[in-house]
């Protein structure tokens, strides 16, 4: 017999989610406790939603239920293999809508992925799937021509530390396209998903979610911003009451965390703008943890955005952040920051385009310029996050300037990734990221409040200000005035560790 695990000790709303997702599961043939499985069945399928705010448990209920899963005898399906289908088998993918929020989960030691990698698969050329059958469903050592033993060994090594197979491979020295021949969406249901960071998804991705999984349980934060287009609705809004699973008490309150204290103040519905900035004040006043800032710090801005609600005031923080640390107008300096805004390259360089994706250069990836490549219009880059963030990239990075209609242009290749400069995003661009301090620009959130707008009954500018300061993991920064403070020190990537696989990695351009 099987031995029993008890359940994590829980608050009493989380106690109460868990049960309900244990029967849930427990109906479609999971059981978690008893950690038994049943073959999947064809019935009819099941979404469920746990809701709550920032400090409330989704992360913990999500974590202990992907570990309760996987205990059970669930696999976890990669997005970059998910080896022999069996009818027995039940598996279970975590996922998040964008990969920096793939991202803030995987540095909490959840095995997430994006959405759109698990929709989106790999297909291997034969000869490599030998490799990935091995590190993945303990096979055979196997034999392939070009790789002598000592090279398997780093490809195990890596695979053990990392869980990557493209990775891993490419500690051996290969690219992407010489094993991964393209990719292909996916029309074959899967079984268990458990969605992360549910107030990003539109409808179109929740229908596809539906269509993929049987079993779907969203985890999301109703004081979120609403994608653009859904009216402030998230897709949870519309499920059935019995569907959704309220978490209502707030744990991280017992670190006495001022960030969090002041997030859940708007939840006043009498609290108004300038109520909510003496609160900020008052919380400087007595914690390090907020700051009552009269500039934008530049020296945070190379690797945390200022989190801003306007455009425009995007843009000009930008321009300020180049111009304190003399950037020439005609090029970038090593260790600006970058955000990819996709790739610009035709059906017929497909294998450049796989090269790029499964090194993790995808739309709306965290990158830092390192410098020119060996060819004109290539970068040297490094992707924040990924398992080989180093790689050399055809570029066309595109500048925006105050009062121009045309971005300014330092590097534009032919065709390749396209990136738009990092120092200030939009706050709804952050949603699903977190960085261990953050500045938050106030004035355009006052803009917000004085324009009198709402969105789904509650006031934008509550909105906003929920989601720009629940980025910050350790330290908020509530500027202002718009000043920049100048530079202590010149623009550097000695923070940027190098890889693992440094000293082995081809690091060949990736030609355009």
Request: proline fraction near 6%; include cysteine; hydrophobic fraction near 45%.
């Amino acid at each position: 017999m099987r031995k029993t695990v008890p359940a994590p000790t829980l608050s009493p709303d989380q106690a109460e989610a868990w049960d309900m997702l244990a029967e849930t599961f427990g109906a479609a043939g999971i059981d978690i406790t008893a950690e038994e499985l049943q073959p999947a069945t064809q019935d009819k399928g099941r979404v469920v939603a746990v809701i709550g705010k920032a400090g409330s448990g989704k992360t913990l209920l999500l974590s202990q239920l992907t570990k309760a899963l996987l205990q059970a005898g669930v696999e976890l399906i990669r997005p970059d293999w998910e080896g022999r289908r069996r009818k027995d088998r039940r598996s279970v993918a975590i996922l998040a809508p964008t990969n920096k929020a793939a991202f803030v989960l995987r540095m909490r030691g959840v095995p997430a992925t994006t959405i759109h990698r698990i929709l989106y698969t790999p297909v291997y050329d034969p000869e490599y799937e030998k490799i990935a059958e091995w590190l993945t469903e303990s096979g055979v050592k196997p034999q392939i021509e070009g790789l002598d033993d000592a090279a398997l060994d780093r490809i195990r090594a890596f695979h053990d530390q990392h869980g990557s197979i493209p990775g891993a491979l490419a500690a051996a020295g290969l690219r992407g396209s010489d094993f991964i021949r393209g990719w292909k969406r996916r029309e074959e249901g899967l079984d268990v998903g458990l969605i992360d960071e549910a107030s990003m998804l539109d409808e179109r991705q929740f229908e596809d979610l539906r269509e993929i999984f049987p079993v779907l349980v969203l985890f999301g934060d109703p004081a979120q911003l609403a994608p653009v287009g859904q009216s402030g609705e998230m897709v949870f809004d519309r499920l059935a009451p019995r569907q959704r699973l309220y978490l209502n008490r707030i744990h991280r309150q017992s670190d006495d965390n001022p960030i969090l204290d002041l997030a859940h103040a708007l939840a006043d519905e009498k609290l108004g703008f300038d109520a909510f900035e003496s609160l900020v004040r008052d919380a400087a006043r007595r914690d390090d943890r907020v700051v009552w800032a009269e500039r934008v710090e530049s020296d945070l801005m190379a690797r945390s955005p200022v989190l801003v609600w306007r455009n425009a005031t995007r843009i000009r923080l930008i321009h300020a952040f180049r111009s304190a640390y003399g950037a020439p107008g005609d090029a970038l300096l090593p260790g600006e920051p970058l955000i990819c805004d996709g790739l610009e390259l035709p059906l017929k360089h497909r294998k450049k385009r796989i090269d790029l994706e499964a090194r993790g250069l995808i739309k709306g990836a965290q990158v830092v310029y390192l410098g020119p490549g060996r060819k004109p219009g290539f970068s040297r880059l490094h992707v924040i996050g990924a398992e080989d963030p180093r790689l050399s990239a055809a570029s066309i990075v595109k500048i925006e300037m105050p009062d121009a209609e045309e971005p300014f242009i330092p590097y534009a290749a032919r065709m390749g990734a396209t990136f738009l400069h990092g120092a200030a995003v939009t706050i709804h661009k952050a949603q699903g990221s977190q960085w261990p301090q953050v500045q938050v620009f106030a004035p355009d959130i006052a803009a917000a409040a004085w324009s009198n707008r709402n969105e789904a009954g509650v006031p934008l500018w509550k909105r906003l200000t929920y989601v720009a300061i629940t980025r910050a993991q350790e330290r908020l920064f509530w500027v202002t005035k718009a000043r920049l403070a100048r530079p202590a020190a010149a623009l550097s990537t000695a923070d940027l560790e190098a890889p693992v696989s440094a000293l082995t990695l081809n690091t060949t351009d990736v030609d355009t």
